[in-house]
T-cell receptor, first 112, second 112 residues
Framework: LAKTTQPISMDSYEGQEVNITCSHN???????ITWYQQFPSQGPRFIIQ???TKVTNEVASLFIPADRKSSTLSLPRVSLSDTAVYYC?????????????FGTGTLLAVQP | KAGVTQTPRYLIKTRGQQVTLSCSPI?????VSWYQQTPGQGLQFLFE???????NKGNFPGRFSGRQFSNSRSEMNVSTLELGDSALYLC???????????FGPGTRLTVT
């Protein structure tokens, strides 16, 4: 399973767009890129998943360049409630091998 | 549809004792995975069950075991508790072939 590297922490202000980048140099052909959000003392919550190019849903966008060695989670107009740890995961987690490998995550702190 | 439920939510045990944690997946989800989360090691995969069979296992000692029942409910057991077993234990379920994991609120285990 590919190892991921992300910033340990980021700071932002309400209303700003936040971009969190994740590096995954050893991503395999079958691997997908998935992002989860976790609030203190709660289980992680799925945000978005993608394979290549751009994926957008109601809460975030995921940008994946052609070489797929990195990805960027984009959160538009963050609010205080977006303060959480964001995890980038890489793997074939939709198949039989369902072993999610969580890295250290990025603690996003949103200030008023 | 009800989410993933875990019982108990909080537990205090003494070193050397054993503990059993329970997880009820979302209705229709047959895959259940368990994770341990600690401040030092982050989120680590313990094991996954599908149709009452353990399908994947993480790097944990044999003191950690689990099982799944015919109704997909799962239990996790830790024997001979150590101080280092103090953690948030998370359970997640998904539909077979699905990539999105749904996490429960976790059980906070404290070993004294």
């Amino acid at each position: 399973l590919a190892k991921t590297t992300q910033p340990i922490s980021m700071d932002s202000y309400e209303g700003q767009e936040v971009n969190i980048t994740c590096s995954h140099n050893n991503i395999a052909t079958n691997d997908y890129i998935t992002w989860y959000q976790q609030f203190p003392s709660q289980g992680p919550r799925f945000i978005i998943q993608g394979y290549k190019t751009k994926v957008t849903n109601e809460v975030a966008s995921l940008f994946i360049p052609a070489d797929r060695k990195s990805s960027t989670l984009s959160l538009p107009r963050v609010s205080l409630s977006d303060t959480a740890v964001y995890y980038c995961l890489v793997g074939d987690n939709g198949g039989a091998t369902n072993k999610l490998i969580f890295g250290t995550g990025t603690l996003l702190a949103v200030q008023p | 549809k009800a989410g993933v439920t875990q019982t108990p939510r909080y537990l205090i045990k003494t070193r050397g004792q054993q503990v059993t944690l329970s997880c009820s997946p979302i209705s229709g989800h047959r895959s259940v995975s368990w994770y341990q989360q600690t401040p030092g090691q982050g989120l680590q995969f313990l094991f996954e069950y599908f149709s009452e069979t353990q399908r994947n296992k993480g790097n944990f000692p044999g003191r950690f075991s689990g099982r799944q029942f015919s109704n997909s409910r799962s239990e996790m057991n830790v024997s001979t508790l150590e101080l280092g077993d103090s953690a948030l234990y998370l359970c997640a379920s998904r539909v077979e072939g699905g990539y999105e994991q749904y996490f429960g609120p976790g059980t906070r285990l404290t070993v004294t």
